[in-house]
């Protein structure tokens, strides 16, 4: 039987969204100002999620913002600091995480049918899946971007899923061999080497295994089989059975009512548990998630974990009833969203997670949503449409368009 909890606040959320949406965000954002895209794309995918459209001029705004963010050479820059001119193409800093919330952002600023066909139009998908090719390592690997012609900043698996995700948006299912390709067979081998002896994945087999890098790992084979014929999800390499222990014991009890937030930022992030509050009689009521062992909960282990379930089709693993209720009773806040832990603020990163999760437990008032995207189905759609439009587009110019002879212009100037 279904434990009632506290409601989904809806109309209370999309005050909280707007409000991140039309106001100046807290100075807290200030330092993370390159990942404005990313702050961007949650705010508007969550409006989305629970139903907020947004009129023709903030659609219209939304999209000539991020085209300005548009690399000459490739790929999309994080925010207007980081975005540089033509002539000085070579100072700019285009990243895949910018790059893969870019293409998120201008096909859900679309609405209608003409409009997410056209979504992509401006976007110059010759040179991005050139830059996005030069961003893969020898191993498989992919860099976060480039620095002199080479890949750089890690090579984990946050990076591997948005390389596959911006794979397909632009690729799709339809053979493009006129666009170079990343070498997929490595790319595969990268992400299953970083499985580690417990089931989880991390940046390589040796490293400790962790919730998040589970998710990208899964679902950057998810997102390479979408639509392809291709199987890397099911290679015998992956031990699916160590991984869905891993995710399993991800969820704990939640006991504690009242969490210690004395020094919160520099003691150790434990579980506190009180050992009189333990029973085996009495039915959990609220299940937290982590993303390594030993840790607290925190609202957004809750999608790391649950999205990787659903992926692997084992979603019923998640402890449902009690796994809402801990989201709706100790992390969604009184004036909207979901802090990372009980007694914080909420925060835009947490506050999407928190409605991603819930969509996948199919919490009334929010549309169906796509695990591999962490979006609306609604918005996967309207990618698609985008998609076809820009290869429409494409095919009608050939290579006129990209950017070949201004190549050659730099080179002899």
Same mark, same amino acid.
């Given at each position: ?18 409000? &991140?949406? $039309? ?17 961007? &794309? ?55 995480? =910018? ?7 201008? =096909? ?15 976007? #110059? ?57 990343? #070498? ?17 994945? =991390? ?12 998710? &990208? ?72 998630? #982590?993303?390594?062992?030993?840790? $607290?909960?925190?609202?957004?282990? &809750? ?37 990372? #832990? ?72």
């Amino acid at each position: 039987m279904a434990v009632p909890c506290e409601p989904l606040d809806k109309e209370r959320h999309i005050k909280y969204w707007k409000r &991140c949406h $039309k106001s100046l965000l807290p100075t807290a954002y200030t330092s993370s100002d390159s990942t404005r895209l990313l702050f961007a &794309c949650f705010t508007i995918c969550a409006l989305d999620l629970l139903g907020a459209p947004l009129d023709a001029s903030e659609r219209s705004a939304i999209r000539s913002w991020v085209l300005s963010l548009q690399h000459p050479e490739g790929g999309f820059c994080g925010s207007p600091l980081h975005a540089y001119g033509k002539r000085d193409s070579h100072k700019g800093s285009a990243n895949l995480a =910018a790059t893969f919330f870019a293409l998120i952002l201008l =096909a859900a600023a679309a609405d209608g049918e003409q409009e997410a066909s056209a979504a992509f139009s401006g976007v #110059n998908r010759a040179r991005l899946l050139r830059w996005l090719r030069s961003l893969q390592r020898a191993d498989g690997s992919f860099g976060q971007n480039l620095w002199d012609g080479r890949p750089v900043g890690g090579s984990d698996m946050r990076h591997s899923y948005l390389a596959s995700c911006i794979r397909w948006m632009l690729r799709g299912p339809i053979d493009q061999a006129d666009h170079d390709d990343v #070498n997929l067979e490595r790319m595969v081998g990268h992400v299953l080497r970083g499985q580690t002896y417990d089931g989880g994945m =991390a940046e390589s087999s040796l490293n400790e295994s962790h919730g998040g890098y589970a998710y &990208c790992g899964i679902a950057a084979l998810a997102m390479l089989d979408r639509d392809s014929g291709t199987s890397a999800l099911q290679d015998e390499a992956l031990r699916k059975g160590l991984m869905l222990k891993f995710l399993s014991h991800r969820q704990f009890p939640y006991l504690a009512q009242e969490e210690e937030d004395e020094d919160a930022e520099e003691a150790e992030n434990m579980v506190e548990m009180d050992l009189e509050a333990l029973s085996l009689n009495e039915p959990c009521q609220h299940v937290g998630y #982590n993303g390594r062992w030993n840790k $607290k909960a925190d609202t957004c282990y &809750c999608w790391w974990t649950g999205g990787a379930l659903k992926l692997l089709g084992q979603v019923s693993m998640m402890t449902m009833d009690p796994s809402r209720a801990y989201l709706l009773e100790i992390t969604q806040h009184r004036i909207g969203g979901f802090s990372k #832990n009980a007694g914080g603020p909420p925060d835009i990163y947490h506050s999407y997670l928190g409605l991603a999760s819930l969509a996948i437990m199919g919490q009334d008032g929010l549309k169906s949503f796509d695990e591999g995207l962490c979006c609306s189905q609604e918005l996967t759609k309207k990618i698609i449409a985008a998609r076809r439009g820009l290869n429409e587009s494409d095919s009608k110019s050939g290579w006129a368009e990209d950017g070949f002879w201004e190549a050659i212009d730099r080179s002899s100037a």
